[in-house]
């Protein structure tokens, strides 16, 4: 209900920071493998990222395993509320067979009033082979 903030790096430090990437891929593995102790990383296992999409709240519903030509709905509702708690702020109701999830945040210990909940992220991966 708050929006989100997007924010990108401009196109052409995107392209200098890829070619930066491709140039210089073995030698970040070897500072985060050996300098940093990520002794579990694997190949392709770092990414560079040059935007995202933050806001300072999120809902996500999902299901599984429906019944053949069962019906879904999912509504959900902003609720106002002087102390806000993502679990309090939104109420939702599910209509659906099968198995039901939810998740909001963030959780109540955080705030509300900036734009913190990274919702998407773009950029590169970083491979080697």
Known sequence: PEGAA???????????FRQLA????AAWY???Y?????TSISNDSLYL????????????AS?????TNTACSLSITAKS???WNAAAAYSWVGRVTGSFGFRSGPHHRY????PNQTLFVRGYKIAIR
């Open 30 to 32: 070897h500072f985060a």
């Open 63 to 67: 299901f599984s395993q429906p019944e």
């Open 34 to 38: 050996f300098h940093l102790g990520r």
């Open 81 to 83: 509320s002087s102390q």
């Open 49 to 60: 990222i040059t935007g995202y999409h933050k806001s300072s709240s999120w809902f996500l």
């Open 6 to 16: 997007k924010a990108d790096l401009a196109d052409n430090l995107a392209s200098e």
């Open 22 to 25: 491709l140039q210089n891929a």
């Open 111 to 114: 705030s509300q009033e900036n």
